[in-house]
């Protein structure tokens, strides 16, 4: 996952019945999964685990999103596309 401590705190939220705290997470976490349908050009598993990777090597968590070949790797405008929704997350 991308941002592990949202369902920490979606969560924590919960064991606190605090409804309006774990719809918030969700709606974020809702927004955040716009990294597989924000590509221009990619679709399927190079959309889908592409915006994964290019999301974690965004937020250095891995060193590349080189995917298995024959599937091409986010590159260009594709990963500025993946970095402004990490953005609108407040994730970088």
């Known amino acids: 996952n991308v941002?592990?401590?949202a369902y920490v705190r979606q969560w924590d939220?919960?064991?606190?019945?605090?409804?309006?705290?774990?719809r918030a997470e969700q709606d974020r976490l809702a927004?955040?999964?716009h990294i597989v349908t924000v590509t221009s050009g990619v679709s399927g598993f190079g959309a889908g685990i592409g915006g994964f990777k290019t999301a974690l090597q965004l937020l250095n968590v891995i060193r590349t999103n080189q995917m298995p070949l024959p599937v091409?790797?986010?590159?260009?405008?594709n990963v500025e596309a993946v970095r402004s929704?990490?953005?609108?997350?407040?994730?970088l």
Request: no cysteine; glycine share 10%.
């Open 72 to 77: 091409a790797r986010i590159e260009g405008d």
């Open 85 to 91: 929704v990490l953005e609108s997350v407040k994730l």
């Open 3 to 5: 941002d592990p401590d």
């Open 31 to 33: 927004r955040l999964m």
């Open 13 to 22: 939220a919960f064991q606190r019945g605090d409804w309006n705290g774990v």
